[in-house]
């Protein structure tokens, strides 16, 4: 490691619950950082965090944070990326931004490195890391696509509570104990924290997450169509999703059917699947194992099982999708990129 | 009231969680009851029950129990069903059995009152009620039904605990209450209490309720797909399911995709279902109001909502189907075919 060229590297949105994982994974990974600013809104500035053997105090982002930044990854919300990444850009920054203030930029690659990572150098200062319920499922549905191609996807989702970051899991757990206290629960941030009404998630399934576009769909669900077609790039993929939360704390989970455009074998779409990179296949009935969300976090994999043919067409096949949705769906997939930028420019 | 035919009506299970709710219906709906036989296994025989301004001692249930009794609802698991219901059917009663025991034997009209009410006419005995995930879709689905045809149906379920009895519910409680407090949850009778491996059900989705089948889907999602065609009286209506355990007391939420066999008007497909007996429609996005399953506890109704034409497929519809799975789920879909065969023997 002591040779490798070593980069000055950002993390803006650092005290976020996204933002203190890429801070965990850069260190447990071993990325190789040269200099670490972390940066924050005003509020946070002056704490100080501990990485590795140093200590490194919190500093306010601003358009002046990025001097002699090489990589910087955004995690502090789309209206920050919108302000401050042409910033980051102009000082000479590569920007991983997990907002979704990028990816659906043409010029923007949107990538999820076991499916697109070839997509990395045709970037224009920013990378966009998708939306965590589209990470897992594209990431495990590549093999698929690669092997027999696919048509439709219609998915359904079971998404935990910090997705919505970390005051919706303390939301979650405080109203779960009122309600175990033999209180009414009282909802204050989900399901949408800038919206007026709110509803209990605890011991409750919500189905909104983000708001409602003028189709009926939510910003969550057209993100998981939109963001599909594109990682995928195929525009004449039909996708159709339904996110729910669910009370989760870590790991979001998928019940996905996917129409292939040819016949298949089940046993060798198992085996694609177990095969395929950052995938684990948990898939034993007789066992009852399957992927739990319990079970994959802190875990950097996505985890498939229930994989079974359709009983009413037999070229389709329906699957449980589990990943930690802070890391393979968030800060896992940043560093990640980092990581093959810092390959790349080895 | 006073002139009506008044009937002997025995409840067997009655000390469980749809037992308990059958009764509470009886009286609330001023069924026509006039001797009330409550019995149960030799255990609780013995306690005694307030029923409206008398008090029932709980009996053992024995083939012997149904002399003189003219309506029996069963509610005590399979095996129970199996072998006291053709002892009631001797003695003359007509038996509405709550298990899976009856369901799919081709002589026994399978009834949701919504649906399918002239099937009980066809009776031999024994009416069943379906099971709780597959009543209120089917209830949901009927007005479109009726008016497009439907061709297929894709639906993933989000099941409340309470499906698999009071003891999967003091489970869950007892589970939140261990992780809140900061110990490791432990699993002893999720998700299926007769198989030897036990997952946490708090703070997590677990994607197997009942045993596993050959083909890879679980017993619950094949009652789902079979019970379907059998209440719609169609064998080509194309059906898939996978059935989900989350972390909710009582309440199903249901994710349902359908194709329907015409073009159809959004607007008027929503008016159908509103108009539809038994159901609600809570589909105001702008209000971010659409079924939870909070609200559906203890209501009689099945919920409507999140209704959306399909992006890839516009003669296709998404929704979300809510209810209170011990009641329009067991005990009131019971009772309500109760009070139908009480106003034919009137």
Same mark, same amino acid.
């Given at each position: 490691?002591?040779?490798?060229?070593?980069?000055?590297?950002?993390?803006?949105?650092?005290?976020?619950?996204?933002?203190?994982?890429?801070?965990?994974? @850069?260190?447990?990974?071993?990325?190789?950082?040269?200099?670490?600013?972390?940066?924050?809104?005003?509020?946070?500035?002056?704490?100080?965090?501990?990485?590795?053997?140093?200590?490194?105090?919190?500093?306010?982002?601003?358009?002046?944070?990025?001097?002699?930044?090489?990589?910087?990854?955004?995690?502090?919300?789309?209206?920050?990326?919108?302000?401050?990444?042409?910033?980051?850009?102009?000082?000479?920054?590569?920007?991983?931004?997990?907002?979704?203030?990028?990816?659906?930029?043409? &010029?923007? +690659?949107?990538?999820?490195?076991?499916?697109?990572?070839?997509?990395?150098?045709?970037?224009?200062?920013?990378?966009?890391?998708?939306?965590?319920?589209?990470?897992?499922?594209?990431?495990?549905?590549? +093999?698929l696509?690669?092997?027999y191609?696919i048509s439709r996807i219609i998915?359904?989702?079971?998404?935990?509570?910090?997705?919505?970051?970390?005051?919706?899991?303390?939301?979650?757990?405080?109203?779960?104990? &009122?309600?175990?206290?033999?209180?009414?629960?009282?909802?204050?941030?989900?399901?949408?924290?800038?919206?007026?009404?709110?509803?209990?998630?605890?011991?409750?399934?919500?189905?909104?997450?983000?708001?409602?576009?003028?189709?009926?769909?939510?910003?969550?669900?057209?993100?998981?169509?939109?963001?599909?077609?594109?990682?995928?790039?195929?525009?004449? @993929?039909?996708?159709?999703?339904?996110?729910?939360?669910?009370?989760?704390?870590?790991?979001?989970?998928?019940?996905v059917y996917v129409e292939l455009k040819?016949d298949f074998?089940l046993?060798?779409a198992?085996?694609?699947?177990?095969?395929?990179?950052?995938?684990?296949?948990?898939?034993? +009935?007789?066992?009852?194992?399957?992927?739990?969300?319990?079970?994959?976090?802190?875990?950097?994999?996505?985890?498939?099982?229930?994989?079974r043919r359709d009983l009413s067409n037999p070229r389709a096949l329906n699957m449980?999708?589990?990943?930690?949705?802070?890391?393979?769906?968030?800060?896992?997939?940043?560093?990640?990129?980092? &990581?093959?930028?810092?390959?790349?420019?080895?």
């Amino acid at each position: 490691m002591s040779n490798q060229k070593r980069f000055n590297v950002a993390v803006v949105g650092a005290t976020g619950a996204v933002g203190e994982q890429i801070i965990r994974l @850069l260190a447990e990974r071993e990325f190789p950082v040269n200099e670490l600013k972390l940066l924050s809104s005003a509020r946070s500035a002056g704490t100080k965090i501990q990485f590795k053997d140093r200590e490194v105090t919190i500093e306010e982002a601003t358009p002046e944070s990025f001097k002699g930044i090489d990589i910087a990854l955004f995690s502090a919300g789309g209206d920050v990326s919108r302000k401050l990444v042409p910033h980051a850009i102009e000082d000479g920054a590569v920007c991983i931004d997990n907002t979704s203030a990028f990816r659906m930029d043409p &010029e923007t +690659p949107l990538v999820v490195p076991e499916v697109n990572i070839d997509k990395i150098s045709e970037h224009k200062g920013v990378i966009a890391n998708p939306n965590c319920s589209t990470i897992q499922m594209v990431a495990a549905l590549k +093999p698929l696509y690669d092997r027999y191609g696919i048509s439709r996807i219609i998915v359904s989702t079971y998404q935990a509570v910090s997705g919505a970051g970390a005051k919706a899991i303390q939301e979650m757990l405080r109203q779960s104990k &009122e309600v175990l206290d033999g209180r009414d629960a009282s909802p204050d941030i989900l399901p949408v924290s800038s919206l007026p009404v709110k509803h209990q998630i605890a011991f409750n399934a919500i189905p909104q997450i983000d708001k409602f576009t003028e189709n009926g769909f939510t910003y969550e669900e057209m993100k998981m169509i939109n963001e599909t077609k594109k990682i995928m790039d195929d525009e004449s @993929l039909e996708v159709t999703a339904t996110c729910v939360r669910i009370p989760v704390v870590y790991g979001h989970s998928e019940s996905v059917y996917v129409e292939l455009k040819q016949d298949f074998d089940l046993e060798e779409a198992k085996s694609l699947i177990a095969e395929a990179p950052g995938i684990e296949l948990v898939d034993n +009935p007789d066992e009852q194992q399957y992927p739990l969300a319990t079970d994959a976090t802190g875990k950097l994999e996505t985890f498939v099982g229930r994989v079974r043919r359709d009983l009413s067409n037999p070229r389709a096949l329906n699957m449980w999708i589990v990943s930690d949705n802070l890391l393979k769906g968030a800060a896992w997939n940043a560093v990640q990129i980092a &990581e093959y930028i810092a390959i790349e420019q080895k």
